[in-house]
């Protein structure tokens, strides 16, 4: 599967922004698909899933104030996110669930990413 993210920029805080993941065509069928991000300096760490029954679950950081949404029809999936702060600045990612999945399963289908910064 092939993914590609979309929809970073720079924003102060109590920002929001909309990012966007296409993905190929495959990835219609894999059930559980995630957001994830990396900030400078840190491992990546997972951030919200959404599976294709509509079930979703978030990092307790983003609770509240992002929202994850998927399109089959459109190959897409995206991360709606409000309130932002310095702490959500980081580098974006879609990618197949890590709960639902083992890293190989996945691992050669990481995307360049998006670029969310949050600063004054």
């Known amino acids: 599967v092939d993914f590609a993210e979309s929809g970073g920029e720079l924003v102060q805080p109590g920002a929001s922004l909309k990012l966007s993941c296409v993905f190929s065509e495959y990835g219609r069928d894999v059930w559980a698909m995630a957001w994830y991000r990396q900030a400078p300096g840190k491992q990546r760490e997972w951030v919200a899933r959404?599976?294709?029954?509509?079930?979703?679950v978030y990092k307790d950081a983003v609770k509240g104030r992002f929202t994850i949404s998927r399109d089959n029809a459109e190959m897409s999936i995206y991360l709606q996110m409000n309130n932002l702060n310095p702490d959500d600045t980081a580098v974006y990612y879609c990618?197949?669930?890590?709960?639902?999945?083992?890293?190989?399963?996945?691992?050669?289908?990481w995307g360049q990413g998006t670029q969310v910064t949050v600063s004054s």
């Open positions: 990618n197949a669930d890590s709960v639902y999945y083992a890293p190989s399963f996945y691992s050669d289908w």
């Open positions: 959404i599976d294709n029954g509509g079930a979703t």
